[in-house]
């Protein structure tokens, strides 16, 4: 399994990216997807997290109404659009994918099966 990060770059406050997430999984509408964050020093974050379907997502708080998940399954990816941008959300931002299964939290890094390489996201003021 590979899931490869993209999308990345320099963006002025204020200013849009769309990040993919490209994943060879034979069943990837078996899995949720995630998208996570590491600011510079600081700890790994939850972003974002999507079903089954783009109908359930789900956002940290200081994303919500900014970022929107979506995952198209006929094509194996997952995208995550960021809008508003902030220089605090200067960050690595992974992809990740799970199996979901009970009792388990989405918003756990360590829940996450497989992970992709990371793409920087640098929100200049």
């Known amino acids: 399994v590979q899931l490869q990060a993209s999308g990345g770059g320099l963006v002025q406050a204020g200013g849009s990216l769309r990040l993919s997430c490209a994943a060879s999984i034979r069943t990837f509408s078996s899995y949720y997807m995630g998208w996570f964050r590491q600011p510079p020093g600081k700890e790994r974050q939850f972003v974002a997290a999507?079903?089954?379907?783009?109908?359930?997502?789900y956002y940290a708080d200081d994303v919500l109404g900014r970022f929107t998940i979506s995952r198209d399954n006929a094509k194996n990816t997952v995208y995550l659009q960021m809008n508003t941008l902030k220089p605090e959300d200067t960050a690595v931002y992974y992809c990740?994918?799970?199996?979901?299964?009970?009792?388990?939290?989405?918003?756990?890094?360590?829940?996450?099966?497989?992970w992709g390489q990371g793409t920087l996201v640098t929100v200049s003021s």
């Open positions: 999507v079903g089954w379907s783009s109908g359930s997502t």
């Open positions: 990740a994918a799970v199996v979901p299964r009970t009792g388990w939290s989405l918003r756990r890094g360590d829940e996450y099966h497989y």
